[in-house]
């Protein structure tokens, strides 16, 4: 099983700041990398998928990059909508697939 | 516009058995490979079966194969779990969600979710 290590696990911020998030796989998963966001209380939502295409509905200030192992998911300008707990997700030859812990991003 | 809506969650106890559902709206079911993701109280995302469009095809994760069994009825736009043998590390609230396009991974679309409790 590929297993996905997120980081930090808990990241501060305020609105109007860029943020970048981490995520690293523990073999190559090349391009099938998609970043999901969950507020409280609610279901997951799709951000990324392909590692880089925005979900439909996505503002551009959410953006991803990387590939193999290393992936990175960059929030520009934090809007207070944006506070919540980040999940990567590898599908390279899923199923399965597995995510990531989850970061956690909360207001500074 | 695309809805899940998933029910049948509850108490059980432990050894015992609980079947989901998953109301598809706004698509046509049998065009979509579907899945269940759970999350057990503060805790994060876990796969736990995906069923091909037909369902001719369906997929297990290790810790629930044997026990869960995943079905769909696409006349009824109904996507089902069937959960036997639970166990207390089966708390969690299940997630129904469809994968994107031909996709066997991406999801694009959730249900709210149906808690299971399993205790005694």
């Known amino acids: 099983e590929i297993v996905m290590t997120q980081s930090p696990a808990t990241l501060y911020a305020s609105p109007g700041e860029s943020v970048t998030l981490s995520c690293r796989a523990s073999q190559s998963v090349g391009h099938y990398l998609a970043w999901y966001q969950q507020k409280f209380g609610q279901a997951p939502r799709l951000l990324i998928y392909?590692?880089?295409t925005r979900a439909t509905g996505i503002p551009a200030r959410f953006s991803g990059s990387g590939s193999g192992t290393e992936f990175t998911l960059t929030i520009s300008s934090l809007q207070s909508e944006d506070f919540g707990v980040y999940y990567c997700q590898q599908y390279d030859r899923a199923p399965p697939d597995t995510f990531g812990q989850g970061t956690k991003l909360e207001h500074k | 516009d695309v809805q899940l809506l998933e029910s049948g969650g509850g108490l059980a106890q432990p050894g015992g058995s609980l079947r989901l559902s998953c109301e598809a709206s706004?698509?046509?079911?049998?065009?979509?490979?579907m899945s269940w993701v759970r999350q057990a109280p503060g805790k994060g995302l876990e796969w736990v079966s995906t069923?091909?469009?037909?369902?001719?095809?369906?997929y297990y994760a290790d810790a629930v194969k044997g026990r869960f069994t995943i079905s769909r009825d696409n006349s009824k736009s109904t996507l089902s779990l069937y959960m036997s043998s639970l166990r207390p590390d089966d708390t969690a609230v299940y997630y129904c969600?469809?994968?994107?396009?031909?996709?066997?991974?991406?999801?694009?679309?959730w249900g709210q979710g149906t808690l299971v409790t399993v205790s005694s």
């Open positions: 969600a469809r994968l994107f396009s031909s996709s066997w991974g991406v999801r694009d679309h």
């Open positions: 392909g590692t880089s």
């Open positions: 706004g698509f046509n079911l049998r065009s979509y490979v």
């Open positions: 069923s091909s469009g037909d369902g001719s095809a369906t």
